[in-house]
């Protein structure tokens, strides 16, 4: 009887392990969460396939939204302490994060889980917050002009180069108007609705937008002035769209560039094949103006966005075993090609550039360019950013609809926003 019920036991023993091997196990199920457009998404979850594939213990589910609603979606998981294993993140909002203590300290799991043999540490370090990695960078990125080349040629102007200043900027753009009826560029290098224009000529006089400790803006008033009154000066004439038109400019379908009312966009370089496509011709790449006597460089590279491993993540080992594939398989770059900027291994990145063809040559090109041409990123924004931006965007409308001059749109806006920093400080 004894040797029968040990013999019973071991075929139980046997049944088990056979039926975990076997593939029956307990999948591990993670959630990953992205925003994006629809091209991102696609790609996203075939990359997703791919890896289940070669992990079949592994199990993904997608959650992707836009850019907009993806950060209400994310207020409402952490509150409820429901958040992705896996999560894309953003410079902006990054710091944020970590100081809710959403999200985990990840070096400890550089050669233990995350390799980054291919991948200089120039590209990590903007995913570091008080010196500890919280985001493994997803793309190098920066902002440029995307030009129709043909529109310059048949008004008979040099494409932009390297070292073009504000100056020819501007004469460029009045030859556009002059010389074909259209834009030049139908704003003022991302200044609605944005704070990137402004931001880079702050830069070039060797100041920040905001202090060191985000309790107030970093530069001076006279800059705000002169950046928005060159904006005004230049809608004026016309070479820049009038406030009514930029209104209605709400995708990359309806920019005026895209729509041949326009000669050059300003936009983020890893845009620039969205924007190919929806233009439907080639489009070239150029970087922002310099200035004269400039105290730096204004522009920098920026990662395009992170994945960040959350405080509710169900089983780190897996969630870094997906990161690790996504950011070194050559294969996994097949499908997500450039759509979130140029990759961080370099063996992906000689393995893309060396196919490129069109946009996203165009991208790898300006992105190396960027780089000989930047100076170092900024420290992230602070936590009340996003309503410096809003008003920062109804000072400038004040201004273009002409209720106040760009000066008493420079003192009003840092009235404003210096309250508002030092309220969110206190």
């Known amino acids: 009887m004894k040797r029968r019920s040990i013999g019973i ?45 070669k992990n079949p213990g592994i199990k993904l589910s997608p959650e992707y939204t836009s850019f907009g609603g993806y950060w209400d979606r994310m207020a409402a998981q952490a509150a409820g302490s429901n958040l992705a294993d896996i999560m894309q993140q953003d410079y902006k909002y990054i710091t944020q994060y970590v100081d809710s203590g959403l999200l985990i300290a990840l070096d400890r799991y550089v050669g233990n889980g995350l ?40 008004a008979g102007i040099k494409a932009p180069t390297p070292d073009w200043t504000w100056e020819d900027y501007f004469n460029t753009m009045r030859q556009l108007k002059a010389k074909l009826g259209i834009y030049g560029d139908h704003e003022l290098t991302l200044c609605t609705n944005n704070v990137s224009g402004l931001e880079h000529y702050v830069r070039q006089h060797g100041q920040t937008f905001y202090n060191a400790d985000g309790t107030a803006l970093g530069f001076d008033e006279k800059l705000f002035a002169e950046f928005y009154g060159w904006d005004l000066q230049l809608t004026n004439e016309g070479v820049c769209a009038p406030p009514e038109v930029r209104l209605e400019v709400t995708s990359i379908e309806n920019n005026p560039m895209v729509m041949k009312k326009a000669a050059m966009a300003s936009i983020w370089s890893n845009q620039v094949v969205a924007y190919e496509r929806a233009a439907n011709r080639p489009l070239k790449m150029a970087l922002w103006p310099k200035m004269k006597g400039q105290k730096q460089e204004g522009t920098y590279l920026k990662p ?49 550039s060396a196919e490129a063809k069109g946009a996203e040559k165009e991208m790898f090109a300006i992105v190396d360019l960027a780089a000989k041409h930047s100076s170092p990123i900024d420290p992230p924004p602070p936590a009340a950013f996003k309503q410096v931006i809003d008003t920062l965007n109804d000072v400038h409308f004040k201004i273009l609809y002409k209720v106040i001059t760009p000066e008493q749109g420079a003192k009003e806006f840092f009235q404003r926003a210096n309250k508002i920093l030092a309220d969110a400080a206190k």
């Not at 036991?9 to 593939?23: E, H, P």
């Not at 390799?115 to 997803?138: H, M, T």
């Not at 997500?336 to 140029?342: K, N, Q, Y």
């Open 9 to 53: 036991l071991l075929l139980i023993a046997l049944f088990v392990t056979v039926f975990a091997l076997s593939g029956y196990a307990q999948p591990i199920n993670l959630r990953i969460a992205w925003w994006g457009n629809q091209t991102r998404h696609d790609a996203t979850i075939e990359v997703i396939k791919m890896f289940e594939k």
């Open 115 to 154: 390799n980054f043999a291919d991948v200089d540490d120039s590209f990590l370090a903007p995913g570091r917050v008080y010196g500890q990695l919280y985001g493994i960078n997803l793309g190098a990125n920066t902002y440029a002009f995307a030009f129709d080349a043909d529109l310059f040629e048949r």
């Open 304 to 352: 395009s966005m992170f994945f960040s491993i959350t405080r509710d993540c169900r089983d780190i080992d897996a969630s870094l075993k997906f990161i690790d594939f996504f950011i070194n398989d050559v294969e996994a770059y097949k499908y997500l090609s450039v759509d979130r900027g140029v990759p961080i291994s370099s063996k992906v990145r000689a393995a893309l």
